[in-house]
T-cell receptor, first 110, second 115 residues
Framework: QKEVEQNSGPLSVPEGAIASLNCTYSDRGSQSFFWYRQYSGKSPELIMFIYSNGDKEDGRFTAQLNKASQYVSLLIRDSQPSDSATYLCAVPGGYQKVTFGTGTKLQVIP | DAGVIQSPRHEVTEMGQEVTLRCKPISGHNSLFWYRQTMMRGLELLIYFNNNVPIDDSGMPEDRFSAKMPNASFSTLKIQPSEPRDSAVYFC?????????????FGDGTRLSIL
């Protein structure tokens, strides 16, 4: 069983809409989560970090964590074409090792 | 501040040749990670080091792959002999273990093509 699972997409949303990206994880002991964004041909870059249940907001981005249900999500409000990328959910472990999901490709349609 | 620096950015070589990828982590980071990314398999962790010591190399696909970290500011990933199926983007990332939940910072990657 994969430790971190994501729908590969693509997820297509119109410009201005809310994009909702989801991730489930298998280790109930996981305490924190990262969201990385990867543009085509580029390297992953960190955009959000969340470690407590509930919501964390940063500009147009909101990360939501539900430890009881073992899922973490990323909401992007007012989606822009520049948000089109692959979004990777990641779970940190020992020695800062991080287990990445396979990523969800997001397409924002102008 | 300089980020993670990888070289070369692109490498095209013939099957059977030796390939060496290089990485300079962010100064002060004591964990270093090598990943391989393909469309089919996504981002795969190959090996990671902590304080220059290999901690887990279970992701290294086979004996043709080897990695070293002779000092805190340099690491290499070597493939010998190379095969077409090794074609992928190879990323190096580094992070600090000064506190928990430190993110990994990625280099720009090396796009490797084996003909």
């Amino acid at each position: 069983q994969k430790e971190v699972e994501q729908n590969s997409g693509p997820l297509s949303v119109p410009e201005g809409a809310i994009a909702s990206l989801n991730c489930t994880y298998s280790d109930r002991g996981s305490q924190s989560f990262f969201w990385y964004r990867q543009y085509s041909g580029k390297s992953p870059e960190l955009i959000m970090f969340i470690y407590s249940n509930g919501d964390k907001e940063d500009g147009r981005f909101t990360a939501q964590l539900n430890k009881a249900s073992q899922y973490v999500s990323l909401l992007i409000r007012d989606s822009q074409p520049s948000d089109s990328a692959t979004y990777l959910c990641a779970v940190p472990g020992g020695y800062q090792k991080v287990t990445f999901g396979t990523g969800t490709k997001l397409q924002v349609i102008p | 501040d300089a980020g993670v620096i990888q070289s070369p950015r692109h490498e095209v070589t013939e099957m059977g040749q030796e390939v060496t990828l290089r990485c300079k982590p962010i100064s002060g980071h004591n964990s270093l990670f090598w990943y391989r990314q393909t469309m089919m398999r996504g981002l795969e962790l190959l090996i990671y080091f902590n304080n220059n010591v290999p901690i887990d190399d279970s992701g290294m696909p086979e004996d043709r792959f080897s990695a070293k970290m002779p000092n805190a500011s340099f690491s290499t990933l070597k493939i010998q002999p190379s095969e077409p199926r090794d074609s992928a983007v190879y990323f190096c990332a580094s992070s600090s273990t000064s506190s928990t939940n430190q993110p990994q910072h990625f280099g720009d990657g090396t796009r490797l093509s084996i003909l």
